[in-house]
């Protein structure tokens, strides 16, 4: 097991924002992870920071990384995959294996654990479509079980939201097709998102709002500008107002500033309030936190 004492997040989020961790851990298995918990039971568990907002002045907390949680294994036409697989990786395992129903994860920078905490999704595919069960964790339940249906998947959002559960693995459960097919399908979906969003090679954490019901978070910020607008280091993404670019040695604040006149444009012209697909980490900063309130980011502890 890894642990770093007073590290310098800004290294792994994919923002490549965030200030020095007071405490950070590397867990490799499943009991590693637990006697880390169990010794750190305010620790925050984090996978691939790729769509996690490190403040730029730190956390004095601990956090719990599970990338090395990352074990990978077939059987017929079921996959299990630990936490810290990344989403890339194992579309590409599936396809190799002849099985369809992961092609929408080719290109994602996030990590299994963090793709059925947020059910992510893409091209009309989603991880509700194909997960059979989760092993989760929880300070009172211990490592679960639960089926597809009890996670309780609804758009971007699962049990993990509601309740402290940790993913530590998914199994998924795919379907036997053509290696022509599947390729075919990935060929689509890398297309789009090379079409439409930013390279992985640009800091960025994805999309920073959720669609809103029956719309779409693109749509609506550019229909108000957004593409035009920069603060401190970040500016808008020239092809998808949804997207946030770091320039160069971008802070928190100047993030979350951008999203709050984003979300308060679109809020001013529709009526309509944007949620943060994006989650903060921090709280060192009083404006930062007040901004997090306004702009209802959650799901991520913010230190008091």
């Known amino acids: 097991m890894l642990a770093e004492n007073d590290f310098d997040i800004s290294k792994l989020t994919s923002f490549k924002i965030g200030g020095k961790v007071k405490n950070l851990y590397f867990p490799e298995t499943l009991a590693e992870f637990v006697e880390i918990l169990e010794a750190e039971p305010e620790a925050v568990v984090v996978g691939n920071l790729s769509n996690i907002l490190v403040s730029s002045k730190g956390y004095d ?53 963090g793709e059925v905490y947020m059910n992510a999704g893409a091209h009309g595919q989603m991880i509700a479509d194909v997960l059979k069960s989760a092993l989760l964790y929880s300070p009172e339940d211990g490592i679960v079980k639960f089926s597809n249906k009890e996670m309780e998947f609804s758009y971007r959002t699962s049990i993990c939201q509601k309740k402290p559960y940790i993913v530590l693995s998914a199994e998924f459960e795919l379907k036997p097709d053509t290696a022509e097919n599947i390729q075919e399908k990935m060929n689509e979906n890398l297309t789009f998102r090379q079409n439409k969003q930013p390279s992985l090679t640009l800091p960025n954490c994805g999309s920073v709002f959720k669609n809103p019901e029956g719309d779409s978070a693109g749509r609506l910020l550019e229909s108000i ?28 604040m100047d993030v979350l500033r951008l999203m709050d006149r984003m979300s308060s444009a679109v809020e001013n012209k529709y009526g309509i309030k944007l949620l ?8 060192n900063d009083e404006e930062e936190v007040n901004l997090c309130r306004k702009l209802q980011i959650g799901s991520i502890k913010i230190q008091k």
């Open 276 to 283: 943060p697909e994006v989650r903060y980490l921090g709280g």
């Open 61 to 113: 907390g601990a956090l719990i990384c599970t990338k090395r949680i990352d074990e990978i294994s077939v059987e017929g036409n079921i996959i299990n995959a630990g936490a810290g697989v990344r989403g890339t990786k194992l579309s590409k395992l599936a396809a190799a294996e002849g099985l369809s129903g992961l092609e929408f994860m080719i290109a994602f920078p996030g990590s299994v654990g």
């Open 225 to 252: 500008g957004a593409k035009e607008m920069k603060e401190g280091g970040v500016h808008v993404f020239e092809k998808h107002a949804n997207f946030i670019i770091n320039d160069n040695n971008a802070t928190s």
